[in-house]
């Protein structure tokens, strides 16, 4: 009898749980530079492999998924429905980030004197800044009883305008606000695909090209594109057969990233726990938040339109694409994964995974979105700033349309922060604060990105007549 093989979400869940230990291991006695250098580079190989594969086969399966439709309209409608689908879950994610983080309150866990000390920052930095007044009326910099308290505030204000990765973060953020209303259209078109193709962050351009390119298919006559949709489909599925070659190996490269993460961190134990504690609240809240669309909102989903799989069934046929997005912490090296399982275990079909997963990676930023609505009204709790009701709308319109912009690569969140930021009128550098224990935390919102692509793509299926549930249950002769 054949030996039946582990399934490969138990074995990438063993390489992470092995790659923690060892990474810890590593911390405490001192082996981090090894670690670094002869470890964390399988985990740079293994996101690269993903990356490269990425880009083609975004381009490849959506040419062959729009030129297979039978009827062109339907690419029309099933576009608006995808369009539609992905911003109802990104409203929901920032919804529930504000509700999340306005209930629970995590900057109230700051002390009192922490957090006077940050609000005379913030009043400091608004006498600084043209054009920003101080939000909610209140001047804590008149008050005698603080006056010990400003010189200190001031010093600190300055060490923090002087942070050079956030200065780097906001000029690309100024970058994308000096645009004109319309350069959002203008960036979707690719004026050089080769240039588009060689470069990750211009998958927008991609999936304009491969969308143009199969409606031409479409309404050129068989005859003359068959060879041309044979190439397509060809080039296609070679793709797809690197994906499981490259998987194959997923658990080894999972644990050099796990250990990586870590031991790039910091060099003690200490270290590690001090990231978290600091930060510890705000952590938490933001989990709570993430967890909830993991595991209600997108199964409720499922269970209330799809209905034919469980709830079990919906983790266990999406699991090797969520553990991952949690490895890499990045939608786009985990696309050809979510396509796999998309496609072979939930069953849905090739035009709409083709078609709604590269879609979904490039704007669907659900964890994203959640996230700065945390981290916006958390980081104006711990500096006793009262966000009103009309800001926090502002903060889930501009959280919703960054997230579109946001690239599918990690902490690329940290830059549509500022832009939220500064929406409400609040100092851009406070991203410094949750610096530290973002890598943990965008590892958990690449998950809920990922999971939200799958859901929305077996929604979509659905409401097409393509989806094939049976796919999933069968098992592998042994």
């Not at 997108?298 to 694409?321: D, G, K, M, Q």
């Not at 997963?357 to 958390?378: H, K």
């Given at each position: 009898m054949k030996r039946k093989k582990l399934p490969l979400h138990w074995r990438i869940i063993i390489g992470l749980i092995l790659g923690i230990i060892y990474s810890f291991i590593s911390v405490y006695f001192g082996w981090n530079k090894f670690t670094l250098d002869w470890i964390n580079p399988f985990g740079d190989i293994f996101i690269r492999l993903l990356k490269f594969i990425a880009v083609p086969l975004v381009l490849f399966s959506i040419i062959a998924g729009v030129s297979a439709l039978p009827d062109p309209s339907r690419l029309g409608v099933m576009g608006a429905k995808t369009l539609f689908a992905y911003i109802v879950t990104t409203v929901t994610a920032v919804t529930v980030g504000l509700l999340v983080v306005n209930t629970l309150a995590p900057g109230n866990y700051v002390s009192e004197d922490q957090r006077i000390k940050n609000r005379l920052k913030y009043e400091l930095w608004t006498q600084q800044t043209p054009g920003v007044d101080i939000l909610d009326g209140q001047n804590y910099l008149s008050d005698p009883q603080y006056a010990d308290l400003v010189a200190a505030a001031t010093a600190d204000l300055q060490q923090e305008s002087s942070n050079t990765r956030v200065e780097n973060l906001q000029q690309n953020a100024e970058n994308m606000k000096g645009a004109g209303p319309l350069q959002f259209i203008v960036d979707f078109v690719p004026d050089n695909i080769f240039s588009a193709l060689s470069d990750g962050g211009k998958m927008l351009q991609v999936i304009f090209f491969g969308i143009f390119f199969g409606i031409v298919l479409l309404l050129l006559p068989d005859e003359q594109t068959k060879t041309v949709k044979d190439l397509v489909n060809g080039i296609n599925e070679v793709f797809l057969k690197m994906v499981e070659v490259v998987m194959e190996a997923a658990p080894f490269f999972v644990f050099a990233l796990m250990a990586g993460v870590i031991a790039s961190m910091t060099d003690t134990i200490e270290g590690v726990i001090e990231i978290f504690k600091g930060l510890a609240s705000y952590s938490i809240i933001?989990?709570?938040?993430?967890?909830?669309?993991?595991?209600?909102?997108?199964?409720?989903?499922?269970?209330?339109?799809?209905?034919?799989?469980?709830?079990?069934?919906?983790?266990?046929?999406?699991?090797?694409?969520?553990?991952?997005?949690f490895s890499t912490s990045s939608s786009a090296a985990t696309l050809p994964v979510t396509m796999e399982c998309v496609r072979d275990n939930l069953g849905v079909s090739k035009n709409v995974t083709n078609f709604?997963?590269?879609?979904?990676?490039?704007?669907?930023?659900?964890?994203?979105?959640?996230?700065?609505?945390?981290?916006?009204?958390?980081?104006?709790?711990?500096?006793?700033?009262?966000?009103?009701?009309?800001q926090q709308l502002t903060i889930v319109l501009t959280a919703t349309l960054a997230s579109i912009g946001s690239a599918a690569v990690p902490s690329a969140g940290l830059v549509m922060m500022i832009v939220v930021l500064q929406s409400v009128g609040l100092n851009p550098a406070w991203i410094a604060i949750v610096f530290p224990v973002d890598r943990i935390l965008d590892m958990i919102r690449t998950v809920v990105n990922v999971t939200g692509d799958a859901t929305v793509s077996t929604l979509i299926a659905q409401s097409q007549g393509e989806l094939d549930t049976s796919i999933g249950d069968l098992e592998p002769a042994e």
């Open positions: 933001l989990v709570i938040g993430l967890a909830f669309m993991i595991f209600i909102f997108y199964p409720a989903l499922i269970l209330t339109f799809v209905r034919r799989i469980s709830y079990s069934e919906f983790f266990r046929r999406i699991s090797p694409a969520q553990f991952l997005a709604v997963l590269p879609i979904g990676a490039t704007v669907n930023m659900d964890g994203t979105s959640l996230y700065q609505a945390v981290a916006v009204v958390f980081l104006a709790q711990i500096h006793l700033v009262d966000l009103t009701l009309a």
